[in-house]
């Protein structure tokens, strides 16, 4: 008998499950005997279902498929955390399956809608929820689980790579990246959620929870966006063999877990760097496995239908099967987060300052003083109003010392022009 | 209670493996409740079982395992298709679960094995047969089966890798690059199966198998090795924006599969170009997904010992949750393979030729009448013996026309120095 589908959102990424169930059903159930049959569709949109010819299927309000007891699973790809959190919620409380894509849910609510799903005995999964069409939860509560994972680092949010490397490899400005990734809709008209970070902090608390057995919320996260990154540092980047990424990273320490999004710098040579445009990437280190990488399109209809079918498909297997939930959460341990002002990196830091005699010099004693020995220094051409751009490189030092001596040289009477520029290095 | 678990096989993988549970089994047992133990060791070398503390649990006949009543799970490193066949199908038949990492043994009897996993209705995992330590059978199997996979391409032998990585970087030759990876532990002292490419093609026969849900063997696979890759070849191909690869490929054609290992000229900005050293990636294309890469360590205890205790825990979570096999053998489909000779790409070959009026006339005439088109011709430096390198691009030609019209050029008198080099084409 066919598991039966109720589908709440009928966007993008939902229009591409309907597809993917229109075109693969019989394929589906000649190569893994799973059936699989799209029963309701709620949306506010009726048109949308009727663009996939499902309008038969519709419904304006999602309780209709919460209390269909002949569905048994339900696609959430509304997004947010109210409604979406409510249809979640009911359909577990209701015996249904729930596949969802849904980051930010899972990012600040992830606790209490894994409890809801033990609770009531159905599997809950969300593979959508991070890098698009991209396995990578899959892999981490499933072929990696062998290893202690060290390190988890992402590229997971296109908008702002493909800005990046527009900005990178053609020159532009900010402001000009943006407004042709708004063109090309890889950008939203309010872009706050890419650009400031918020986005890959959900997913990068998403996947610190799973890869270090602790749960990890988006407030943890330490949150930078690329909104102050110029053209200037992006080439001085190049030229000192370094490419810039809005990272989000997630490491394992002996006194906790240091998790942050902000640019960073990475190595030309890096797998990573080399990911470019709207492509993802998320990047596992593990103490068996070492190095690994996982690529492909992060955003789209297609990709993120892709894994959201994923799942559906792996959990109506179970559900046609009899098989119980067999993996649910698995934030056993307690770890604390450290505070961003606890760790040590290395920093690129670029001042806009007069240029006059002995700012250098000011500038040094600054540093010397809060203990950030640096690495490298260089000027580079100069700016608008006769300013010049003074590039440092520090080695190692605590973020903490490095604020401080950025204060303090912020507070100096007539050196800056500009607002600092700093950017976090990572080997 | 604990799955118990015989070993079977202690060399480097095998090492790998019992260090892991050494050192995580209160990890598993904590974080996903699955306890595993370590119950016997078969091995033709003692001393490779006391070296890592399990001496106790030794023995030299392998049937001490099949016939222990209270193992559950029998762990198959030996490799190769004649004992090992025997300890997967003697330890299926004796109803136990099995894992491998025996890709030679997948790839020529793999039907045979998968059908005798069924009989019994145990499990046989056998992620570590390709790519190492990267995750790549399990999200065939799983998150990405809502795709139809349209191909599915990889750099799955890391010694070729690596050769061919030196040779570009640093002008090695064939025979230093393979001196310096047999020094280096990369390559076997008989380097026959890396680099005449039988090793890869076991690994693309695999992956083709499970991607188009339909049998490809090793016998399947059209297969050439990088002994004939010079340096001169690797630096054109990089002058005219190209990395070669030994590439394994599988596509779906609407005549059937496509399936090969040779070396392989891919566009410098591909992401597999970037894949250097002894790291593997597979690439895979989805008609939802889009394009997707797996990158990591294809060799070495560590990789290796992850992707094997990684199918040994999640058969372990089945075992001991009652849950039966969920997917075994998805060949459902019996497509057909397309003959290389069938197929058209396009074609990099260099001739080493004489240097005298006419050469380039006499090649010219010979393409065209085998209907092989040009799009560009280059001469490089002159070699030993007053040769000139003539390297030709083709457009879109058929295999079998370009090898008749190379074998023709090859038949002319005094017109070759040296065997023609030919490297397909993949954009």
């Known amino acids: 008998m066919a598991v039966r589908i109720g589908l709440v959102g009928t966007g993008t990424v939902g229009g591409g499950c309907i597809d993917i169930i229109q075109k693969h059903r019989d394929d589906f159930k000649r190569h893994y005997g799973i059936d699989i049959e799209l029963a309701r569709v709620c949306s506010r949109n009726p048109e949308q279902a009727a663009a996939h010819g499902v309008e038969g299927l519709f419904t304006g309000d999602f309780r209709d498929i919460v209390n269909d007891p002949d569905i048994d699973l339900v696609i959430e790809l509304i997004g947010g955390t109210t409604t979406a959190r409510e249809v979640v919620l009911e359909s577990l409380a ?54 202690e994972v060290l390190s988890v680092m992402g590229i997971v949010n296109g908008t702002t790579n493909y800005m990046l490397t527009r900005m990178a490899e053609d020159n532009m400005s900010y402001d000009e990246a943006l407004a042709e990734a708004q063109e090309a809709g890889f950008a939203e008209a309010n872009p706050s959620a890419d650009v400031d970070g918020f986005d890959a902090a959900a997913k990068i ?52 877990i240091d998790v942050r999004v902000h640019p960073t710098m990475l190595p030309a040579d ?26 492909g399109e992060g955003a789209g209809a297609g990709p993120a239908a892709s894994a959201v079918m994923g799942d559906v498909l792996e959990v109506a297997r179970h559900l046609s099967q009899g098989v119980p939930p067999l993996v649910g ?73 490095v604020r401080s001596a950025i204060d303090e040289i912020k507070a100096e009477d007539d050196l800056l022009y500009a607002e600092p520029s700093l950017i976090r290095v990572e080997e």
Do not use: W
């Open 270 to 295: 890096h797998q990573m760097a080399k990911v470019n445009g709207v492509f993802n990437a998320i990047y596992v280190i593990g103490d068996a496995v070492g190095e690994t990488m996982f690529f």
């Open 94 to 147: 209701a015996g249904k399956a729930v596949v969802t894509a849904n980051k930010a849910l899972m990012a600040t609510h992830g606790k209490e809608v894994m409890d809801a799903a033990e609770a009531a005995g159905r599997e809950l999964a969300f593979e959508a929820s991070v890098g698009g069409g991209i396995p990578i939860i899959d892999p981490l509560k499933h072929s990696l689980i062998a290893n």
């Open 329 to 401: 959460c698995t934030c056993t341990d307690e770890l604390p987060i450290l505070p961003i002002e606890e760790l040590s990196m290395k920093y690129y830091i670029r001042f806009s300052v007069a240029d006059r005699l002995g700012v250098l010099a000011t500038m040094a004693e600054v540093f010397a003083r809060h203990n950030v020995s640096v690495h490298s220094m260089v000027q580079r051409g100069k700016g608008e109003t006769g300013a010049v751009d003074v590039i440092y490189v520090t080695h190692q030092a605590k973020e903490r010392d």
């Open 205 to 256: 608390a998403i996947l610190a929870s799973i890869a270090f057995n602790s749960r990890v919320t988006m407030d943890d996260v330490y949150t930078r966006g690329i909104t102050n990154i110029t053209p200037v540092d992006l080439e001085a980047a190049a030229d000192m063999g370094y490419a810039v990424k809005l990272l989000a990273i997630a490491h394992r320490t002996p006194g906790g």
